[in-house]
């Protein structure tokens, strides 16, 4: 709500990646219970840490616009395939891969770019946990919880982030996908040698 009360939301854009990410996510979670996620992951942090290296050495403009062409349309639908995917797999949020795609490769606005995420992954969200609830993936009751903290903090979060300034904004959210990479892969890690250590 409050960055398209700021006018930082590109709702086509939104809509495109939406469509993409409604489609991959029940793919995502149907790979969730058939594929070894091992290599997936390594390749996701190594995804997450060039995002974070880009996000870092870039200053982003907050005047950019993004015209609507054709290829830009369905680039856009196939970022929001990725996402879905993403987030049926690994459950995380869409704006660690759909913000730095939108400020490094479409050269959107950080601002506009994260308001465009937090609404695109909406539907998304919705057709991943549909199937992950079926299959009894989901604690309905935490979700919930976590979801309504989040949405009240969020409106602080948002109003901090128009006024930091868009060279800080680059390094933090950088330095937080940095983080976010190596949380996952130490946990990773931890999960294989508990397993191990069980058998």
Sequence with gaps: MGYAVGGQINFAA???IAIGGIVGAPVGSWLLRRLSLTWLRWTLFAVMLLAAARLMVSIPTRDA??????????ALIVLGLV???????????GGIIVVPALMAL????????K?????AMIPAAI???????????VKLTDGLIVGAAAVLASLG???LAFLVPPALSGILFGAF???IAVRMVVIAHLKARKEKAQS
């Design 157 to 159: 979060g948002v109003a």
């Design 106 to 113: 479409f050269g959107v606005s950080d601002l506009t770019a």
């Design 177 to 179: 996908l940095v983080v």
């Design 115 to 119: 308001g465009t995420s937090l609404l």
């Design 65 to 74: 616009s993004l015209t609507l062409d054709v290829p830009t349309i369905l």
């Design 14 to 16: 939104a809509g495109l």
């Design 127 to 137: 057709s991943g946990s549909i199937p992950n609830l079926r299959a009894s993936l």
């Design 83 to 93: 996402m879905g995917v993403a987030s049926g797999l690994f459950g995380i949020g």
